[in-house]
């Protein structure tokens, strides 16, 4: 049927792209001003030598993104990053999944541990920060008092170069497994539990249930935690600043900090902006190139 010569499935088509603008409006509109205009105007602001307070700007175009390039210190910062990617995946994602497999083989009777081992996500990352430092701290710490009914002296794991970033990344694995624990545990879920009574039928145990059978199907979920794994690594800020601050020297600096640093201590806010286009860039190459890595091989 037609109705004025446009057939009713042609009607719909346009009243459901209708609907869908009328929907996707006020989200669009947030993005472009939260989003797209935040990162247009950081490039813009790169181009200027500017302190971020007086309304006097000096266009000096490429010359922070010279500066950038030649800055030992933003690269020691992205070192550190890629150092908290790497150990980040390698830690929280076995772990999680560990923690997930083991509660899924336990059923309701360790509802318990979902509990428990949940709490650190629900903390804020400025309070575990702070509980960090305190149980951290040289003297007086958990550790060094623990260190001192042994025997032995105070220790420094944050004001030491060889160990500050070890040790907050330890802290960030603590905070954030529990995320992954959760996130394996719905992975689990989606394995229809048709395939596990036919792996019992079959004579399988649990141990080459999940390595034979689970493991393979958790295979994309694993892909997906590596991808927002790497993205919050790269990103990382508030731990870190509350924890070290960056320091001691560079050693806990990252791409974040160091940014934060340019832009609002020393007020070279064209410079920070630099920073931040750099920033962006190097995560979006990044997880580009990691997306191409993991999703290049999947079958048609």
Do not use: H
């Amino acid at each position: 049927m037609k109705e004025n010569g446009i057939s009713l499935a042609q009607m719909r088509q346009r009243n459901t792209r209708k609907v869908a603008a009328l929907f996707l409006a006020p989200v669009t509109v947030l993005m472009v001003i939260f989003i797209f205009y935040p990162i247009v105007d950081t490039f813009i602001t790169s181009g200027y030598q500017w302190n971020g307070i007086s309304a006097a700007k000096k266009f000096i175009g490429i010359g922070n993104w010279k500066k950038l390039i030649a800055d030992t210190n933003f690269w020691v910062a992205f070192k550190n990053n890629v150092l908290i990617m790497i150990l980040s995946i390698c830690i929280q994602i076995p772990i999680g999944l560990a923690l997930a497999t083991f509660l899924d083989f336990g059923g309701k009777k360790l509802t318990p541990f979902k509990v428990v081992w949940f709490i650190p996500l629900l903390m804020s990352s400025v309070a575990i920060g702070f509980l960090f430092t305190y149980a951290l701290a040289t003297n007086g710490g958990l550790v060094s008092t623990i260190s001192g009914w042994f025997g032995g002296g105070n220790i420094d794991l944050l004001g030491n170069p060889k160990t500050a970033l070890l040790t907050v990344i330890m802290v960030i694995c603590w905070q954030f497994t529990p995320f992954y624990m959760v996130y394996f545990m719905a992975a689990f879920t989606n394995i229809p539990y048709d395939v596990f009574e036919a792996a019992r039928i079959d004579g399988a145990t649990r141990g080459q249930y999940f390595w034979r059978i689970a493991l393979p199907l958790l295979v994309p979920s694993m892909k997906s935690a590596a991808i927002l794994s790497m993205v919050g690594s790269l990103k990382y800020f508030d731990l870190i600043y509350v924890m070290t601050g960056g320091g001691p020297g560079t050693s806990t600096e990252l791409m974040a900090t160091y940014m934060y640093k340019q832009s609002f201590k020393t007020f070279n806010m064209g410079y920070g902006s630099a920073v931040a286009g750099g920033m962006f860039i190097l995560i979006s190459m990044v997880s580009l190139i990691t997306m191409k890595l993991l999703n290049g091989k999947k079958e048609d």
